[in-house]
């Protein structure tokens, strides 16, 4: 927590023009304006105000309020053993100007022996926005923060409120500000599950941030558990990737094992992210019973989809413990298992696949003779 001047200075707020994260404090003012006041610029000069007029829309407010959340906290020398590879940190990105915080996924990590008060293990980050977004850094402890978790800012959220009673045709119900500003950055489980409520209905608004006349590009997955909920899947890539993507899981065979679902973005560059997430050779992306996800095919592929597809999922029951999904890491048990179930699917696949061959060259024989 820091305190100055009597303000407390207790969230972070990613900035507009920059997009990086700064400590700030935010102040409720004459029930209708919030003052963003900046910790290292502290003359009120610097502060940013918002009033309830300059939003139109819900989403604008939802987008507002995922700027905000609470200040991260840095990693001490012993506590480098907590930073986990795929999890989500803020860490300082240096150009040839400026050290600026950002949001990064460590990619991997190199522990060595040291004592408490000195930590001397490198991490390698890849930044998930910012100048070196979808790059790789080499960083070590004094650069990385903890992402702190928690309810939104009692005068945000109250700001919020108003902005939405102001909007035409507001929902009192299903405006409310509801849940925590932040995904949890936990590896292993899919815990940002208590935003549930603001991601949904952002979602909805705006088919996870695909304009519904631009193209999309996405991948096919395949081998999925056939009761996965796709917000589930939503959730887990935004925690992990930080890119909030529209999913969905295909209705399949009944005889079939497993169900295929595609993933879809607004660009390739996040698509990309997306899909070197799932496929790092060090994890498997598994389902609490095991079964691995599996990227059906190597192309990124593209195309303009014209419904938001979630319209066309069966309906999810909400989440259970069965349907999480976990990371399952190098060197554990869980990944052994996953490996196995891969290379079980893998084989049945690439058999299905010549099969596939084969009927395509007979077709086209019938046809063109
Ligand atoms: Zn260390």
């Known amino acids: 927590m820091a305190i100055s001047d ?16 700064y400590t700030c404090a935010a102040i409720l003012e004459h029930g209708s304006r919030l003052r963003v006041k900046f910790k290292d610029t502290v003359q009120s000069y610097f502060d940013e105000l918002y009033s309830v007029t300059d939003f139109s829309t819900h989403r604008e407010i939802e987008q507002f309020l995922s700027r905000f959340r609470p200040v991260s906290e840095p990693v001490e020398d012993n506590e480098c053993s907590r930073v986990l590879e795929g999890m989500k940190i803020c860490a300082i990105y240096r150009s040839k100007d400026e050290a600026l915080y950002y949001d990064a996924t460590v990619d991997a990590v190199q522990y060595v022996e040291h004592t408490p008060d000195k930590c001397l293990c490198s991490y390698l980050l890849c930044w998930q926005h910012g100048p070196g977004e979808g790059t790789l850094t080499e960083t070590t402890i004094e650069d990385m923060c903890f992402i702190v978790h928690g309810d939104i800012h009692p005068d945000i959220a109250e700001f919020a409120n108003l902005v939405k009673q102001q909007l035409k045709g507001a929902d009192s119900v299903q405006s409310q500000v509801c849940g925590s500003v932040e995904h949890s950055s936990h590896v292993g489980s899919c815990a940002g599950r208590e935003s549930i409520c603001a991601e949904t209905s952002a979602y909805d608004m705006d088919i996870g941030g695909v304009n519904k006349t631009d193209p999309h590009h996405y991948i096919v997955l395949t081998n999925l558990d056939k009761d996965l909920c796709p917000l589930l899947m939503m959730h887990f890539i935004h925690e992990h990737t930080s890119i909030t993507a529209q999913t969905c899981v295909c209705p399949g065979l009944l005889q079939e094992t497993y169900a295929r679902g595609a993933i879809l973005v607004d660009s390739k560059t996040k698509l990309k992210r997306i899909y070197n997430f799932i496929n790092n050779p060090n994890h498997f992306i598994t389902s609490f019973s095991g079964r691995p996800w599996v990227i059906a095919e190597e192309n990124l592929r593209s195309g303009t989809f014209t419904t938001n597809l979630r319209k066309l999922q069966p309906k999810c029951e909400s989440y259970s413990r069965q349907s999480e999904l976990k990371i ?26 010549g099969l596939l061959q084969r009927l395509a060259m007979e077709e086209n024989k019938k046809r063109d003779p």
């Open 328 to 353: 399952a890491r190098l060197g554990t048990e869980e990944y052994k298992k996953a490996k196995e179930l891969k290379d079980l699917y893998m084989a049945f696949h690439n058999h299905q696949k």
């Open 6 to 21: 009597g303000v407390d200075y207790n969230l972070d707020f990613r900035w507009k023009a920059d997009d990086a994260w």
